[in-house]
């Protein structure tokens, strides 16, 4: 299993540019997620689904879209790249059975917004 | 509203010694608590989960204590190597339908030689 899979690493944008994040998982996980990781702050939710064709908010979900037409991949759209994107995205996926549902991430890719 | 704080942010030892990490939350209802390891430069690696009826578990020289009453945890490493350098990360789920994670800022171990 190659687990969690993200492309790029790296990517560097400018002000309004918009890209996607891929990310796809061969586990045959149902929950997936994308988290953002900034300097002094815990990973913020930013998307999740708990399915194909289901997906939802999470904590900072706002110039981000998401979709999940199947089971492994959960792409994160930019929509217009600002400054305040710069970060580095995890996506991680877990299975829905309790009870531990232990989750694994990716290896995540850093993005620099110019 | 729902946090998880731990201490130190940041932590420096020599090769060989122990510490220990702490993990302060108070999400309600608890479901489980984790602990990972965020290598630099990768994603976070899960160590141990317990719940609320666990108060210790073991993986090798890490082990992880669970007080529920208190909602607090700590992550001890043992004999520490340099491949302990790495953040630390405690997470506690809710029990929610989708079990919603919520995470620390994590604390930032420097193993020295």
């Known amino acids: 299993n190659a687990g969690v899979t993200q492309t790029p690493k790296f990517q560097v944008l400018k002000t309004g540019q918009s890209m996607t994040l891929q990310c796809a998982q061969d586990m045959n996980h149902e929950y997936m997620s994308w988290y953002r990781q900034d300097p002094g702050m815990g990973l913020r939710l930013i998307h999740y689904?708990?399915?194909?064709?289901?997906?939802d908010q999470g904590e900072v979900p706002n110039g981000y879209n998401v979709s999940r037409s199947t089971t492994e991949d959960f792409p994160l759209r930019l929509l217009s790249a600002a400054p305040s994107q710069t970060s580095v995205y995890f996506c991680a996926s877990r299975p829905r059975r309790k009870p531990y549902n232990e989750q694994f991430f990716g290896p995540g890719t850093r993005l620099t917004v110019l | 509203k729902n946090q998880v704080e731990q201490s130190p942010q940041s932590l420096i030892i020599l090769e060989g010694k122990n510490c220990t990490l702490q993990?302060?939350?108070?999400?309600?209802?608890?479901?489980?608590l984790r602990w990972y390891k965020q290598d630099t430069g990768r994603g976070p690696v899960s160590l141990t989960i317990m719940t609320f009826s666990e108060n210790t578990k073991s993986n090798g020289r890490y082990t992880a204590t669970l007080d529920a009453d208190t909602k607090q945890s700590s992550l001890h490493i043992t004999a520490s190597q340099l491949s302990d350098s790495a953040s630390y990360i405690c997470v506690v789920s809710d029990r929610s339908n989708t079990g919603k994670l919520i995470f620390g800022q994590g604390t930032t171990l420097q193993v020295k030689p």
């Open positions: 993990c302060n939350y108070t999400v309600s209802p608890f479901s489980n």
């Open positions: 689904s708990v399915g194909a064709g289901i997906t």
